[in-house]
């Protein structure tokens, strides 16, 4: 809970918007040392520490909170007990040195189904829609994989992903600056949306379609479309 508290004290959320696969295996080196650690105790108060805005401070955190989330059911639902998923997603809208870290928190926390609907609930979709569009290389995979995780079971989620534009911006990971993760994370998240939605599913294909004609479409980019 200090954690989440450190990192709600670094982070103004009262400006954060309302709401409108495979595992995060990019997660900060002491993940695995995390996964050993005991879990969080959920009835823990938060206190508040005050002090400045510190865009390394709040990349640590979020940083240390996916790390105490990968693979860990009893610390994701500890961590969202404690609060974190509203600093988390008004990070996504914050300095782009914490992006990578916070949409990798949120892909370890939405693990769990319940956690889906509290950061969709939170207005986590949309800016996660925009980092895959427009992240560096490093967002891009841990936004892909969020994307992916918050799509896998809830049909509402589909959906505001499908509208927030998050087609277009998973399809575009198959160009060839996009790293394999991002690729591997988009094609998941690409196969959930389409699942039992013709709306998604003629999107997607839309979107494929236009991706192998046109013109500035290398031929390795069209290799993975049709993968």
């Known amino acids: 809970a200090a954690v989440v508290a450190t990192i709600d004290a670094a982070v103004d959320v009262t400006d954060a918007p309302a709401a409108a696969g495979a595992a995060p295996d990019a997660a900060p080196a002491a993940g695995a040392a995390a996964a050993l650690l005991p879990p969080i105790p959920p009835t823990v108060p938060v206190h508040r520490f005050p002090g400045p805005s510190d865009p390394t401070l709040q990349k640590e955190v979020a940083a240390a909170l996916w790390s105490m989330a990968r693979d860990h059911p009893l610390n994701q639902a500890a961590i969202a007990q404690a609060g974190a998923v509203k600093p988390l997603v008004a990070l996504l809208h914050g300095v782009a040195l914490a992006h990578r870290d916070a949409a990798g928190a949120l892909w370890a926390l939405a693990s769990a189904a319940d956690n889906q609907r509290l950061i969709a609930s939170h207005g986590g979709?949309?800016?996660?829609?925009?980092?895959?569009?427009?992240?560096?290389?490093?967002?891009?995979?841990?936004?892909?994989?969020?994307?992916?995780?918050?799509?896998?079971?809830l049909p509402e989620n589909?959906?505001?992903?499908?509208?927030?534009?998050?087609?277009?911006?998973?399809v575009n990971l198959f160009r060839d600056e996009s790293t394999p993760l991002a690729k591997t994370e988009a094609v998941g998240a690409l196969s959930c949306?389409?699942?039992?939605?013709?709306v998604n599913c003629s999107a997607v294909s839309r979107a494929l379609v236009g991706m192998l004609g046109a013109e500035a479409s290398s031929a390795l980019t069209k290799e993975h479309v049709t993968k």
């Open 158 to 170: 589909r959906v505001e992903i499908a509208d927030a534009g998050g087609v277009a911006a998973l």
């Open 193 to 198: 949306l389409v699942t039992k939605s013709p």
């Open 125 to 153: 979709i949309a800016p996660l829609v925009a980092l895959t569009r427009a992240g560096d290389p490093a967002t891009q995979e841990t936004s892909a994989g969020a994307l992916h995780r918050l799509a896998l079971t």
